[in-house]
């Protein structure tokens, strides 16, 4: 049986639904999930719907019985992420699981990205567990820059402050087919996997894209991080997050995310989605 942790969010859908559409029974398949009001599409199809969250242990435990391949997507409450995703191990390594795949992050143990440090923090909890994994390091989400490339067709500016720092971003239905390939394979490869995007590219490259498919001038102007960070205030974003965005940037700009990687690609037996071809399907949408 396998199971995939936050079925209800958008990678965990699409690897639940990839696994059917690969031949595998829904009965085989379990959706564990918060609430499972959000699945029932899902369970009208057959899938297993298994309530937990991931800081109950208990209930954890109950929904992960009987599992062979688990699925863990990292969580999103930052700063949580590290005892919560402990607490899905536990229950692993209980309810017997063979296989744990993991979704981390890129460059996890040498990168200057924020998140970084939670997810390298999992990837030893998963080490230490002693049950047999497979860390898919999935970069950037082409979803990550949807809002800025609707905005720079309306407007004809596109602003960040990742210099020439490059992007090997994907598409979540790419990092789920990845997912998947793991999930039903015959004697998985064991280990780390840089997964991302055969083609990086720069916020520059981007523009140059959004003004193709826009069929107008988009203009990329790299700021300083002082300037980035005031043009999100006046944005209205708190400092907070005005100064996480700015780090992410600079993170990309040392090059956390230009991995040279072809693993995705490799896994998944098809080509990336190209960084045009989701652009223009976010401006038809």
């Known amino acids: 049986m396998i ?18 559409d690969a031949g595998v029974p829904a009965a085989e398949v379990v959706a564990v999930v918060r609430d499972p009001g959000k699945v029932a599409d899902l369970a009208a199809r057959g899938v297993g719907v298994r309530q937990a969250d991931y800081a109950d242990a208990a209930a954890l435990e109950t929904a992960l019985q009987g599992t062979d391949r688990l699925l863990l997507i990292s969580g999103s409450e930052v700063g949580q992420r590290v005892p919560q995703h402990a607490s899905v191990l536990q229950a692993a390594k209980a309810a017997g699981v063979g296989l744990v795949v993991y979704t981390s992050a890129s460059k996890a143990d040498d990168t200057p990205l924020p998140l970084a440090p939670e997810h390298i923090a999992t990837e030893r909890l998963i080490a230490d567990s002693g049950i047999p994994a497979v860390v898919l390091r999935n970069n950037w989400y082409l979803e990550n820059y949807d809002q800025q490339i609707a905005q720079a067709a309306q407007t004809g500016t ?49 523009a140059a894209a959004v003004a193709t498919a826009a069929g107008r001038e988009v203009t990329y102007t790299d700021l300083t991080p002082e300037q980035h960070v005031r043009s ?19 993170a990309i700009a040392a090059g956390a995310l230009d991995t040279g990687s072809t693993a995705l690609s490799q896994l998944t037996g098809r080509p990336t989605t190209p960084l045009s071809t989701h652009v223009q399907g976010v401006l038809s949408s």
């Open 3 to 20: 199971s995939v942790t936050a079925a209800s969010g958008h990678l965990g859908r699409l690897v639940v639904t990839g696994l059917l």
């Open 158 to 206: 596109l602003t960040g402050s990742s210099g020439s720092g490059r992007i090997a971003a994907a598409t979540r239905a790419d990092y789920a087919a990845a997912a998947v390939a793991v999930l039903t394979a015959d004697s998985p490869a064991t280990g780390v996997f840089e997964l991302g995007g055969d083609d990086a590219f720069t916020l520059a490259d981007l």
């Open 232 to 250: 999100l205030l006046d944005a209205g974003l708190p400092e907070g997050t005005a100064q996480f965005v700015v780090g992410l940037d600079q």
